[in-house]
C-alpha cells in the first residue's frame, strides 16, 4: 500500500496546518499568473463596458412624434395626390417630418442617438411638417432639392433603406415623386425665362 501524505490545500494554494491557518505558501508558477492577471483584466474591462454600456441607456433623445398634420403642413401648402403622399410617407417622413415611426432598436443608445442626429440634421434641411413655413422661394428651392435628390439616389439615405427596404423607390415611384416636386416647383415660382 502507498502511503500518500494528505496535505489540506486551500483555495489560494496555501497549506494549511490541522487548526486551518494557513502556514505556506506556495510561491504560484509566473505564466499561470500572468495568465490569471490577464483574465483578470478582461473581465474589468468588460465590467466596464457593460456599466457604460448600462449607464448611456438613461441619456434618451428627446423624440421626434408629432402624429397631427399641423397648419403648416405640405398637404395644406400644396395639392399632394395620395400615391406621391404614400411615397414620401414611406420613404421621407421619417427624418424629414415632425413624426418619426420608431422602430424597436431606436430605445437602444448609442443608436437611438445616431437616429435622432439624423432626424435633426433632416428636418433641418427639410420638414414636410413646417412646408407652409417656408417662403415661396424656399419652398421652390426645396421641392427642387427633392427631385434631385430622389432622382440622383441619394435620398432615401442607404443607411435607412437598408433596413427600410419598403423604402427603395421604384424606377415609377422616383419620377411620380420627381415630377410632382418640378410642377409644385413651377407653380410657386415660375422659372426665369420659362426655362
Ligand atoms: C434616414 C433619414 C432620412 C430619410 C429617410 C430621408 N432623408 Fe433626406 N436628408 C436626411 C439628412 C440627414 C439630410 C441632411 C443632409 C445630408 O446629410 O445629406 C437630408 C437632406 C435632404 C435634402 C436637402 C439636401 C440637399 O442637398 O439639398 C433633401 C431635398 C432631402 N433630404 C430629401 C429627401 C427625400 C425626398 C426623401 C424621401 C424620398 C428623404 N430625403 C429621405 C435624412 C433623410
Known amino acids: 500500500m502507498e502511503a500518500r501524505a494528505i ?13 486551518g491557518r494557513a502556514t505556506l505558501r506556495l ?3 509566473p505564466k499561470a499568473a500572468s495568465k490569471s492577471l ?5 473581465k474589468k474591462i468588460f465590467a466596464g463596458l457593460l456599466v457604460a454600456f448600462v449607464a448611456i441607456q438613461f441619456v434618451r433623445p428627446a423624440r421626434n ?3 397631427a398634420a ?3 403642413d405640405v398637404t395644406a401648402k400644396l395639392e399632394v395626390p395620395a400615391d406621391v403622399q404614400h411615397v414620401l410617407a414611406t420613404a421621407c417622413y421619417d427624418c424629414h417630418s415632425n413624426n418619426t ?17 439624423h432626424i435633426h440634421d433632416g428636418k433641418r434641411h427639410l420638414n414636410f411638417s413646417e412646408f407652409g413655413a417656408y417662403d415661396a422661394k424656399n419652398a421652390a428651392r426645396k421641392l ?14 442607404s443607411s435607412y433603406t437598408w433596413i427600410h427596404r419598403d ?29
Open 70 to 72: 399641423g397648419p403648416n
Open 101 to 117: 415611426r420608431y422602430p424597436w432598436y431606436a430605445q437602444v443608445q448609442p443608436v437611438g442617438w445616431w437616429l435622432a442626429s
Open 167 to 195: 423604402a427603395i423607390l421604384s424606377a415609377a415611384e422616383k419620377k411620380l415623386v420627381a415630377d410632382w416636386a418640378e410642377a409644385a416647383r413651377a407653380k410657386l415660382a415660375p422659372p426665369p425665362g420659362g426655362k
Open 27 to 29: 510561491p504560484a508558477a
Open 38 to 42: 490577464l483574465r483578470h483584466m478582461i
Open 7 to 19: 496535505v489540506p490545500v486551500s483555495k489560494n494554494g496555501a497549506i494549511r496546518d490541522g487548526g
Open 144 to 157: 427642387r432639392g427633392v427631385a434631385r435628390t430622389i432622382n440622383g439616389g441619394s435620398m432615401p439615405l
Open 65 to 67: 412624434l408629432s402624429p
